[in-house]
């Protein structure tokens, strides 16, 4: 043969080649196109599950969190009304011994007679006790309005009944012992006799 005619079998042959290679590599391409389609969807998926995790955990802590807060801020109002609930019951104990007190003055001044209503000593009683009756209702301490009122069991104890025309039906005629509220509480109820 001649080196011509082997050169043309060597060049078809080297053609045959470059075109198997070529349609090889396309073949080749294309699988690798697939491939990395398929590994960026693998790779968003499992990216989306990450991020659904992190969502999940992010959901969980925020509602552990929001459950702590309004637990604290459940606490902090029920330790606020136990101490202004302790304070009120405190405060309501010593109005209650001091009240004899009160009653001890209300007696003395109303054994004074006329005469003796100028000696200085009775006038200094006098303003001790004001004064004193000033600083509780500063506190919040009220005497208990009684006579000419209907009887009200919230705030009176009724320890007489008498029968009397003028007043009307369930009147309080007269009062043995004040009562005083603190702040809405009663503190000690009005002993009263009662009209039927």
Request: hydrophobic share 35%.
């Amino acid at each position: 043969m001649s080196d011509t005619v082997k050169k043309e079998e060597v060049m078809d042959e080297a053609q045959e080649t470059v075109e198997t290679s070529e349609a090889e590599a396309q073949v080749a391409e294309e699988a690798a196109a697939d491939v990395a389609e398929e590994t960026v969807e693998e790779a968003a998926e499992e990216a989306t599950e990450k991020k659904d995790k992190k969502d999940e955990k992010i959901d969980e802590l925020t509602d552990r969190l929001q459950r702590s807060m309004a637990e604290f801020d459940n606490y902090r109002k029920r330790t606020e009304k136990e101490k202004a609930s302790m304070y009120m019951i405190g405060a309501k104990e010593v109005v209650e011994k001091i009240l004899p007190v009160i009653d001890n003055f209300e007696r003395a001044l109303a054994s004074v007679s006329e005469e003796q209503k100028e000696d200085p000593f009775v006038e200094g009683m006098d303003k001790v006790y004001k004064h004193f009756c000033k600083t509780l209702e500063d506190m919040g301490v009220t005497p208990i309005e009684a006579v000419g009122k209907e009887f009200d069991p919230n705030l009176h104890n009724a320890v007489m009944h008498v029968d009397d025309e003028e007043a009307g039906d369930n009147v309080i005629v007269e009062e043995f012992q004040k009562g005083y509220l603190y702040k809405d509480f009663v503190v000690r109820y009005s002993m009263v006799k009662v009209a039927n």
